[in-house]
């Protein structure tokens, strides 16, 4: 079943993140992630699914907020920084960053920025889930996201203004 289950997924369309966050001594962490989703918006809160044996899942643990950051189309980079290309302790040099009102790092350029208040579901299996109330938000309009698709990266044309 999960043979089967894998390639139907790669036909499951989805949104490039990067998820960021500050660890106690003041290092970056920072992820790649697809699992990414709204979960309710009263209260507005946010899952997000990490791979367990990463050591931002480890380290994540420390962290009492993360970024969600949406990747544009021209940020293909920062997405396979994020995802292995350049080791943990060195990602704050892969990309440009600014810090949230509450000193979580932001990725600049990115489509969209989601601060949120750490929260984990203690649940079994492979990946950590972490929940996160939405507490500052911000957009960059007229850009194009970042999708991942049948395994690689697509790009979707900008929306167009709404009259």
Known sequence: MQTALKEVLKLYPATVTVISAR?????LLAITATAVTVLTLD??????CVNRNTLFANKI??????CINVLATDQTYVSAACAGRV????????????????????????LANIVCARHEANVPG?????????????????????IYFDQGYRELAPAQPRA
């Open 126 to 146: 492979g990946h950590k889930l972490m929940l996160g109330e939405v507490v500052e938000v911000s957009a960059k309009s007229g850009a194009a996201p970042l």
């Open 43 to 48: 209260p507005p809160t946010m899952l997000a």
């Open 87 to 110: 080791p943990q302790g060195q990602r704050e040099t892969a990309a440009d960053w600014t810090d949230s009102t509450d000193g979580v790092p932001m990725l600049r350029g990115a």
């Open 23 to 27: 660890e106690p001594n003041g290092g």
């Open 61 to 66: 643990d420390g962290a009492s907020h993360f």
